[in-house]
C-alpha cells in the first residue's frame, strides 16, 4: 500500500480514477486530479508548501516533486508527463508538458503549455519556458519548435499512462 501521510493536521487529496503504486509516497498538502498516476517510487513531498497535480498527469518512476519552505508551492498543470527519475520542484508547469527522464525543473521556473523539456536537461530558478518549443541542455536552452507530431504526442501520452494504469486497477 502506498504512503499517504498526513503532515501538521493536513493530509493529501487524491482525484477519482487514479493508480498511485504500492511503493508511492504522498504527504502533506498534496492535491492530484482526477486521472492521474504516481508510478512506483515516486515521492510527491507537499512538507514544506502546497503541491497541486492537475488532473490526467502522470509521475513517473522515481519522481520527486517537492517544494521550498515558506517561498513556492509547486504548481503542474493538466495532461502533464513527468519521466522517470525527474525532479519538479518549486516550480510552475503548465498544461501539456513532457518532462522528460532524468530532467530537473527548479524554483520559480514557469514552464509554459505545449512544451518539451528533453531528458536530463535542468530548468534553472527563474527560468521561463515559451510555449510551443523543445528545451535541452544544461542549463536549459530552447532548441527548436515543437513538430506537428510532438504536439499530438503531448496530447495522446496522458491518455497512455491512464490506458497502462488500468492494468494494475483492474486486476
Given at each position: 500500500?502506498?504512503?499517504?501521510?498526513?503532515?501538521?493536521?493536513?493530509?493529501?487529496?487524491?482525484?477519482?480514477?487514479?493508480?498511485?503504486?504500492?511503493?508511492?509516497?504522498?504527504?502533506?498538502?498534496?492535491?492530484?486530479?482526477?486521472?492521474c498516476?504516481?508510478?512506483?517510487n515516486?515521492?510527491?513531498?507537499?512538507?514544506?508548501?502546497?503541491?497541486?497535480i492537475?488532473?490526467?498527469?502522470?509521475?513517473?518512476?522515481?519522481?520527486v516533486?517537492h517544494c521550498?519552505y515558506?517561498?513556492?508551492g509547486?504548481?503542474?498543470?493538466?495532461?502533464v508527463?513527468?519521466?522517470?527519475?525527474?525532479?519538479v520542484?518549486?516550480?510552475?508547469?503548465?498544461?501539456?508538458?513532457?518532462i522528460?527522464?532524468?530532467?530537473?525543473?527548479?524554483?520559480r521556473a514557469?514552464?509554459e503549455?505545449?512544451v518539451?523539456?528533453?531528458?536530463?536537461?535542468?530548468?534553472?530558478?527563474?527560468a521561463h519556458?515559451?510555449?510551443?518549443?523543445?528545451?535541452?541542455?544544461?542549463?536549459?536552452?530552447?532548441?527548436?519548435?515543437?513538430?506537428a507530431?510532438?504536439?499530438?504526442?503531448?496530447?495522446?501520452?496522458?491518455?497512455n499512462?491512464?490506458?497502462?494504469s488500468?492494468?494494475?486497477?483492474n486486476?
Amino acid at each position: 500500500m502506498a504512503t499517504i501521510l498526513s503532515v501538521k493536521g493536513i493530509s493529501p487529496t487524491i482525484g477519482s480514477s487514479c493508480f498511485i503504486a504500492e511503493n508511492a509516497t504522498i504527504v502533506g498538502e498534496a492535491v492530484i486530479g482526477d486521472h492521474c498516476s504516481v508510478w512506483f517510487n515516486a515521492v510527491v513531498r507537499a512538507d514544506v508548501n502546497y503541491i497541486r497535480i492537475g488532473n490526467y498527469t502522470n509521475i513517473q518512476d522515481g519522481v520527486v516533486i517537492h517544494c521550498t519552505y515558506q517561498k513556492n508551492g509547486t504548481d503542474i498543470g493538466n495532461y502533464v508527463n513527468v519521466g522517470h527519475n525527474a525532479i519538479v520542484h518549486g516550480c510552475v508547469v503548465h498544461d501539456y508538458v513532457l518532462i522528460g527522464m532524468g530532467a530537473i525543473v527548479m524554483d520559480r521556473a514557469v514552464v509554459e503549455s505545449n512544451v518539451i523539456i528533453a531528458a536530463g536537461a535542468v530548468v534553472l530558478e527563474d527560468a521561463h519556458l515559451e510555449s510551443g518549443f523543445l528545451y535541452a541542455g544544461i542549463p536549459a536552452k530552447k532548441i527548436k519548435p515543437l513538430t506537428a507530431e510532438q504536439l499530438a504526442l503531448l496530447k495522446q501520452l496522458p491518455h497512455n499512462y491512464v490506458h497502462y494504469s488500468s492494468w494494475f486497477t483492474n486486476s
